[in-house]
């Protein structure tokens, strides 16, 4: 794990904890808007490095992330589209406390395990960074083959537990911290969601950003034309639970209430798994061009050999030949044209509100200006190719692993060769060639590059990306 990049990480929730301290104590003299885009993009910047550190660049950890198929994009609106008619139904003929209250629980769980888990990084990263720890020593294993935990996991859980219950007391008190503990849950999912999702393919974050488009007009425009009321500002406005961030909007007069500007979750998770995928390929694409920069021989070990003298810093990619481990400095031309893109389109979002005075559908401004964004810097390097072919799925590249392995056993069976007795027995490789003629060998074609192997000292095989 790149102690640089865990000290950006570490950085972003040092900022974001800070920014969400001076606006509470009133010491923060912004709009609320200028408030809203500094946590936005805190969250998609420390997300994103957050997901490169438990992906197969830059991590050691043992965990993966959970890829989605082009099946799954297609199918995720409709699906939100019925959980939240299922809501909207619901608060019309259950009384709203009975909802909220199962709501709250489901919360409850999920934020114990959400702010738990990113509890327990942060508490091994300061560790680590600190010096003071050198790695989590295993306490034991999790039924149901779901691994392990340390003693980072149980102080987090432990985190995660005090969290969720100070944030349902709060709420029910209405004591003013309580949008500070609703954004600290509602951080923790984002991190959580962007660090442990991969779309699998960008041609699949492009169909998802599509759909979510069409899923925001018809739930926002389409139900207050047929309905006579808005579903999603219906069950939004009724939803008791951490499932968007709250920005305070302080008034000069004390007599006036705080008022709240709201961010849904989704507005930041989706585009935001999009746009940390492609942090991803960048980091992908800058090890892929840097290896094959090496020419001139065909030996895996010399080219190795002649990266690690030329490049010391480089990480080469796993399922290169022989695989790095240590990081490298890369550009990030996508990451930053989505990142801007994102800016840009949250930006025009809170202006035509304000100009309106009327609540946007965040997702109908977001989705097309992060979807375009990686297709015109693709054209623009001339990379669209490689780049709508990238995948991180698994289960495809594990099929080609497991024909290859077939294929590689059948290649190396050994021969079997005479004994005194008149039987046979399987010949050693130093048998075969010593009974065999030398044979002029041609040199072996370049194998084509795909990713991956095993990172050196990385633990078991996760995931590949690759790109067609």
Not at 123 to 138: D, I, N, P, W
Not at 230 to 255: C, E, H, R, W, Y
Request: glycine share 10%.
């Amino acid at each position: 794990m790149s102690a640089v990049m865990r000290g950006r990480v570490l950085g972003a929730l040092g900022i974001l904890a800070a920014v969400h301290a001076l606006t509470h104590l009133e010491l923060l003299p912004v709009p609320f808007w200028v408030i809203t885009l500094t946590v936005s993009m805190l969250l998609i910047y420390g997300g994103s490095l957050y997901s490169l550190m438990l992906s197969r660049f830059a991590s050691e950890s043992d965990e993966g992330e959970a890829a989605m198929s082009q099946q799954d994009a297609i199918l995720m609106p409709i699906i939100a589209s019925g959980v939240l008619l299922v809501l909207f139904y619901s608060f019309d003929f259950i009384p709203d406390y009975a909802v909220n209250g199962l709501l709250r629980v489901y919360f409850g769980v999920l934020g114990t395990f959400g702010v738990g888990s990113m509890a327990a990084w942060v508490l091994e990263a300061v560790g680590t960074q600190a010096g003071v720890v050198t790695g989590a020593v295993r306490l034991g294993e999790l039924p149901f083959g779901m691994g392990s935990y340390t003693a980072f996991d149980l102080l987090g859980l432990c985190v995660g537990a005090a969290v969720s219950a100070a944030e349902a007391y709060a709420k029910l008190n209405g004591l003013s911290v309580h949008w500070i503990l609703n954004n600290a849950m509602g951080a923790a999912f984002c991190f959580e969601a962007l660090g442990k999702f991969s779309l699998g393919r960008v041609s699949t974050g492009v169909v998802m950003l599509v759909g979510l488009l069409i899923y925001d007009i018809v739930m926002v425009f389409g139900t207050k034309g047929i309905l006579g009321r808005g579903v999603m500002q219906s069950v939004a406005a009724k939803v008791d639970g951490p499932i968007l961030l709250m920005f305070p909007n302080f008034s000069t007069d004390p007599d006036v209430p705080v008022r709240f500007s709201k961010l849904g979750l989704g507005d930041i998770c989706f585009p935001g798994a999009f746009i940390a995928m492609l942090l991803r390929y960048d980091a992908f694409r800058s090890a892929v061009w840097r290896h094959t920069s090496v020419k001139g021989t065909a030996d895996e070990e010399a080219q190795l050999a002649k990266l690690a003298k030329d490049s010391p810093n480089e990480r080469v990619p796993a399922g290169l030949p022989g695989g790095a481990a240590t990081t490298h400095k890369f550009s990030s031309p996508y990451f930053i044209a989505s990142a801007v893109a994102y800016l840009a389109g949250l930006a025009v979002t809170l202006v035509v509100m304000l100009v309106f005075k009327h609540p946007q559908p965040a997702l109908l401004y977001l989705s097309p200006a992060c979807a375009l964004a990686p297709l015109v810097t693709a054209f623009a390097l001339g990379d669209f190719k490689q780049m709508w072919g990238y995948t991180e799925e698994a289960e495809e590249d594990a099929a080609k692993d497991k024909a290859a392995a077939q294929k590689k056993e059948e290649a190396v069976e050994p021969a079997p060769v005479a004994v005194a007795d008149g039987g046979s027995k399987p010949a050693t490789f130093a048998e075969v060639a010593a009974t065999e003629p030398p044979v002029e060998q041609a040199a072996p074609e370049p194998e084509r590059l795909e990713a991956e192997a095993p990172v050196s000292g990385g633990g078991p095989r996760r995931r590949k990306r690759r790109a067609d």
